[in-house]
């Protein structure tokens, strides 16, 4: 089986330095939205302030239980997979998986996208990204193993995170 | 060559209406840095009005010569590849490449991702997305090949543009 987790701490600014990133509507949609289309069991969105996951569940609640889900159910049902936690470790005491991390900047030991493949096809695998400007490179260590970057034509590697998900989960869960 | 182009009109509304889409901050901004991470010469941002294309120039104009280009000149780089043109007639007179459509529903006749990639290293194309819920059929006909849907696991065909374009630019451009 297959997750997705969206983190917003630990994770960097444009200029290096480590933030907590704010929670962006338009991501709960469009992640979900292709995790639906690609069968993720769970979109978990991470984030360590309460008052963040509050807005989050705020925005769940008008698409799972207010007007959104009636003016649009197939949003409703992209939204039904999403889940609020603080830290991956909660992801992991809930799924068991193997947590995989992203990066846009290659580093030592990364694994190819054929290898990712194939590992999510054989164990339980959480495919984690962060927002700003990624994860902060400190808690790759946390991870079972982190994916080289999506390569381009240039050097140009700044996808915005949702293309990158929805880049990686069709890599890693597409036909 | 490959270029990109995002339909605003005619595409459909959620009950099968045709409309023109407004244009969208957020699509400006993710679809310039895939087009630029994947060597696309062009991004094309395609609407009949005028008033829509002002409001897009605007929203350039700030990443291109106002502060945004300060703040972030890698913004301003994705930016830089952005045109607006009223049609795909204005395209092809630019372009004179293939027009080659994507669609969220399996149409008669359209050509595997396999085929549109070969199709795209052999022949100058333009790929073109709608926004809304998609490009309206009666435009396949001006096209010279339209894609099978991206398929997932299951039922659920609504990713965002922003996904749509993102993976499948990866597909025909990627390595």
Chains 1, 2 share one sequence.
Not at 4 to 21: F, Q, R, S, T, Y
Not at 41 to 57: K, N, R
Not at 107 to 128: F, N
Request: charged share 20%; with cysteine; proline share 3%.
């Amino acid at each position: 089986m297959l997750w997705v987790g969206l983190l917003h701490w630990p994770c960097l600014d444009k200029n290096g330095n480590e933030i907590a990133a704010a929670i962006t509507n338009l991501d709960l949609h469009d992640l979900s939205r292709v995790c639906l289309t690609y069968g993720i069991v769970t979109l978990y969105i991470v984030h360590p302030s309460q008052s963040q996951l509050d807005f989050a569940q705020r925005i769940m609640d008008h698409w799972l239980k207010g007007y959104g889900g009636q003016y649009n159910p197939l949003r409703k049902r992209a939204f039904e997979l999403i889940e609020l936690v603080n830290d991956i470790d909660e992801i992991k005491r809930r799924t068991g998986a193997l947590m995989v991390g992203t990066t846009a900047t290659r580093i030592k030991g990364c694994i190819s996208w054929d290898d990712a493949r194939t590992l999510a096809h054989a164990r339980d695998v959480c495919l984690l990204f962060g927002t700003g400007w990624g994860i902060s490179p400190r808690l790759f260590t946390a991870f079972d193993a982190v994916i080289e970057p999506i390569a381009g034509k240039g050097d140009f590697n700044h996808l915005s995170v949702r293309s990158a998900v929805s880049i990686a989960v069709d890599r890693i869960a597409g036909r």
